[in-house]
């Protein structure tokens, strides 16, 4: 069974820094696309960013580019996403999904940017 | 690239047929997907690359496209369809949202 399950949200003050990870099992992580998506509080969803697994090329959201950068741990199974220089508009519950299609989600991180 | 989704809300009673409509600022191929998010749930893919169900999806769901017009058509309202739908345009990074569409029972 596919499972995907992110860890790491909390209070952080403007201008911090947060590391959220997503531990995933039940398929080959090696050599699957993983992303992130995220949502506002009583908002759409916004995607944010892809690792790809034939070679690890990244690609961002141009609002989170420069700020977060997505990783993995091959070893354990672990997808990363490094927040630095945060804001209060990345305030949201972030989403580890399975593929850049997104075909499996977590249930969410929430991740709330204040002072 | 742009996705444009309409309506924002929609009220419709059970048994209803109602369509949902994302547009693509430009030639996206098949490359988008339809998302239901449920209250306080993370979405579930209902529909990939314009219209392939997933499995399990019932058939009341259906997907289509002309062009860079996307519909989402759901036949036979159940009570458990009222939630939000997004669609994802996945042709080119970065990808895209639509705004997504609340259906409400009315």
């Known amino acids: 069974e596919v499972q995907v399950s992110e860890s790491g949200g909390g209070l952080v003050q403007p201008g911090g820094s947060l590391r959220l990870s997503c531990a995933a099992s039940?398929?080959?992580?090696?050599?699957?696309?993983m992303s992130w998506v995220r949502q506002a509080p009583g908002k759409g969803l916004d995607w944010v960013s892809v690792i790809l697994g034939r070679d690890d090329s990244t690609y961002y959201a141009d609002s989170v580019k420069g700020r977060f950068t997505i990783s993995k741990d091959k070893s354990t199974n672990t997808l990363f996403l490094q927040m630095n220089s945060l804001r209060a508009e990345d305030t949201a519950v972030y989403y580890c999904?399975?593929?850049?299609?997104?075909?499996?989600w977590g249930q969410g991180t929430l991740v709330t940017v204040s002072s | 690239i742009q996705v444009t989704q309409s309506p924002s809300s929609l009220s419709a009673s059970l048994g209803d047929r109602v369509t949902i409509t994302c547009r693509a600022s430009?030639?996206?191929?098949?490359?988008l997907s339809w998302y239901q998010q449920k209250p306080g749930k993370a979405p579930e893919r209902l529909i990939h690359?314009?219209?392939n169900l997933e499995s399990g999806v019932p058939s009341r769901f259906s997907g289509s496209a002309s062009g860079t017009e996307f519909t989402l058509t759901l036949s036979g309202l159940q009570p458990e369809d009222f939630a939000t739908y997004y669609c994802l345009q996945h042709d080119r990074f970065p990808f895209t949202f639509g705004q997504g569409t609340k259906l409400e029972i009315k």
């Open positions: 430009q030639g996206i191929g098949d490359r």
């Open positions: 999904t399975k593929g850049a299609w997104l075909d499996s």
């Open positions: 039940g398929f080959p992580f090696n050599t699957f696309d």
């Open positions: 690359a314009t219209s």
